[in-house]
């Protein structure tokens, strides 16, 4: 069954079915600059182009831009918030996990408001969802807390009681999955609004036995639900035979906890879906696995399916699409066309026709390695656009070892390590040896990452090159679930280390040395940031846990600094995870394995297409890495960016950087940069451009820690400098 569906998608060369729907017309689809002259919506408009059709700030003026405002964001988290403002008022994320409104002009706090805590603390952390009634009375923003998605009023920022069950919905309910199953299921990403419906994804997490990823459509004003797609099909769904019978009842994940575009003029919403759990190994979800790594185009009114594309099959790399695909019309073949581009962690850029979802230039099916697992069965043949180029290192080998950042020793090591990985190219299936997975699972593009002139034709990628090795093992990596997450933060912070860094650095917290360092005294010896960032991406020997997030990070410190603020014994999480049964007997397991400082720079870039011609215009690399500076190197990229461009109609591409906490303004044509300003923190996640009494402003979240210029083998860092964390705008100069 699974065979002949692969044959017939081979044989139509784009792995497209059309459902219904292909009477559209795409003639009066152009979203032209016209639309794109405020920030009212999460990435700038439904399109998610990322794009500011305001011209006052240009090529010839953008060095005289200064502070106008800032406004400081409470001093104890970082955010990766990109600000929408509506009318006067700008809505930001702040003082811990707050929604707080600013007068956009003067940075002037208005009202603030902290979304009620069900106990874990998850949080939209990259934006929020605005919409108004008709009339323009009824003004909402919607913000997913805890599980719950939460109406607030957006001019008094008061919750409102007759949305949902008193003013908030919760998202485990209707998954058809005990809700006590489920760890997070919502989103950090806000979703999208379309007429009188909020449309949300979600993050179900990426282990065995998580919930499906289905969309879900809620009514604005009542909050009842208005319709659901199943992302994995039920029976009797179009794509249920590319399963297992019956694993739609287990099967997980295929969710879209990323970002999906909106093309408001036909009412077509397209949804990059993830891969389905878990991540690695699939001998329980044997087959294509519809619609995983794929693009869905829903009519946004029903959720009915008309199209969709699948870029991965039988994902067992965790290759989901999930930066918003690309709007735009473009000349081909003589011809105005409507497309939709989706960049992938892969590094391919995917252009489809944006009403069919046939492929613009040919994607051909490839023979890929075959899968050593006990039980697995890869596909034999993957998707491999012919054009335009990818925009990201697909391969590495030892040639391409850092010849920078690591030592002799390191280098002389990570070599037998990468000769003796399994290492057969992309699509490489991981096994029970190291694997090398290159773009790695945290390569390519990701969230917030791309950006395009919708009506020209240019499309703007960041992206990263990372390795990563994968090698699956039978025991189970520390989980979120095994954590007290109402405990007392020092607590939390103790079970934290039980779970996860105590098999190597020890009950004593004395570790190995000078293998494994000790950890006593940790938070003065290293500093704060340098721990959060080890722990978060690893360091050679050390693997990552990217799991855990600020809050956790934070009670960790505490508890590290003064173990004695702990008393008493471990305390777990009480919650159990689903039970083994529920996904076949055999399970196996492999870290994320991501290695960003093994690889030569530049280790991000930004890539400028231009998808008239199927062509890379420029791509350059993306800041200077603070990691390299021991090493005098500038060009690096840096490390893991979690940043995103906006475009202006001016010709200018604005982008900040974390570590470094560099904003800086490149040529639309050439990628030179053109201005540049430090920031006081680094900064994460997507700035906002905007008008208030016929001033341009651009806005940029600045709340995260600097990188450290550390010298390599050198002392550890001093304490780091307390963060200036703060939401800062820039405009010209007033005449
Ligand atoms: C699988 C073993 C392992 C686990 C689990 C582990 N570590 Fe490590 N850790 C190491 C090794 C090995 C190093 C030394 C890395 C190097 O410099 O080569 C290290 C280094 C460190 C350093 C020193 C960084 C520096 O700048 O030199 C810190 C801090 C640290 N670990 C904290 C933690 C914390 C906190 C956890 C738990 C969240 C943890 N580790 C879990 C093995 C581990």
Known sequence: MIATKRALITAMLCGAVITGWCALTFADSRQGPAVHTTWATYLGSADASHYSALTQIDRSNVKQLEVAWSSDSGNERSFEFNPIIVGRKMYVLAKNTAVVALDAATGRELWTHQPASMGKRFEVHRGINYWQSEDGLDRRLFIPFDNHLEAINAETGQLIESFGDGGRIDLKQGLGRDPKSMYQIQSGTPGAVFADLIIVGSETGEDYGSPPGDIRAYNVRTGNLVWTFHTIPHPGEPGYETWPADTWRTAGGTNCWGEMSLDQSTGIVYIPLGSPTYDFYGADRKGNTLYSDSLVALNARTGKLIWYYQFVHHDLWDYDPTAAPQLLTVEHDGKRVAIVAVASKQGFLYVLDRATGAPLWPIKERPVPASHMPGEEASPTQPFPEKPPPFARQSFTVAGLDPYILTATDR????????????????????????????????????????????????????????????????????????????????????????????????????????????????????????????????????????????????????????????????????????????????????????????????????????????????VPFGDAPQAAADKLKNTGIMLPRNGPVVTASGLIFIATKDEGKLRAYDQDTGKVLWEVNLPAASEGVPAIYEVDGREYLVVCATSPKEAEVPRDGPPPPTAEPVHRSYIAFALPKK
Not at 456 to 475: C, F, Q, W
Not at 504 to 521: F, K, M
Not at 585 to 611: E, M, N
Request: hydrophobic share 35%; net charge neutral; charged share 20%.
């Open 412 to 619: 002389a090591r990570w070599k037998k390590v990468v000769e003796g990985a399994i290492n057969q190219g992309l699509f490489t299936p991981p096994g029970l040896q190291d694997t090398l997975e290159m773009p790695g699972n945290r390569g390519g593009s990701n969230w917030g990452m791309t950006a395009s002139d919708p009506a020209h034709g240019t499309m703007y990628v960041v992206s990263m090159d990372i390795p990563a090795i994968l090698k699956n093992e039978r025991s189970a990596p520390p989980s979120l679930w095994n954590l007290p997450m109402k405990a007392e933060p020092p607590q939390l912070g103790k079970s934290i280390y039980h779970f996860y860094c105590q098999r190597c650095h020890g009950a004593e917290r004395t570790g190995a040395p000078p293998a494994i360092p000790s950890l006593v005294d940790a938070p003065s010896r290293f500093g704060p940031d340098t721990i959060k960032g080890v722990v978060r991406y690893g360091l050679k020997d050390m693997p990552g846990f990217p799991d855990l997030d600020d809050r956790l990070l934070g009670s960790l410190l505490l508890y590290l600094k003064d173990p004695s603020s702990a008393p008493g014994p471990v305390q777990t999480g009480g919650e159990a995870p689903p039970s083994e049964s529920e996904a076949g007997p055999v399970r196996y397991w492999t870290g994320y394995g991501l290695q960003p400082a093994i690889i030569s720079p530049p280790w991000s870039t930004i890539t400028a297409y231009d998808l008239n011609r199927g062509v890379i215009k420029w791509q």
